[in-house]
């Protein structure tokens, strides 16, 4: 396993102490900006089908609009039902002010023959 980075957005594009949605790779992602530090984790509910970069950042936690489940932007566990199962989460870096975010990639060796 290999993590692939790839830039998502401007550093300047994650309000601090909220949320933006980004696509890429097929992935729909959440960016949070929590006391300066980006964070990254799936952009849909894993209770129902909602899109978290709709919801509301409190502290380190993200409410999804649907049914108000709540989860640690940093670990993507589900803090408050009626979510039970975590968020996926990404590792996030910063460089030349723009935020990357590493998704894992199988490489796939061959035996010789």
């Given at each position: ?20 949605g980004?696509?890429?790779e ?36 993200v ?13 993507g ?21 723009q ?15």
């Open positions: 396993m290999t993590i692939h980075w790839l830039v998502v957005a401007p550093r300047s594009a994650v309000p601090e102490g909220d949320v933006i980004v696509q890429v097929g992935h729909e992602i959440a960016l949070y900006d929590v006391d300066g530090e980006i964070y990254a984790t799936a952009n849909i509910c894993t209770h129902g089908n909602a899109r978290l970069c709709d919801g509301f950042v409190e502290g380190h936690e409410e999804c609009p649907l049914h108000q489940a709540k989860f640690d932007v940093r670990s566990h589900a803090t408050c039902g009626p979510a039970s199962e975590r968020l996926r989460t990404y590792n996030v870096r910063i460089e030349d002010d935020v990357l975010v590493g998704l894992e990639q199988q490489i796939n060796a061959t035996a010789p023959a």
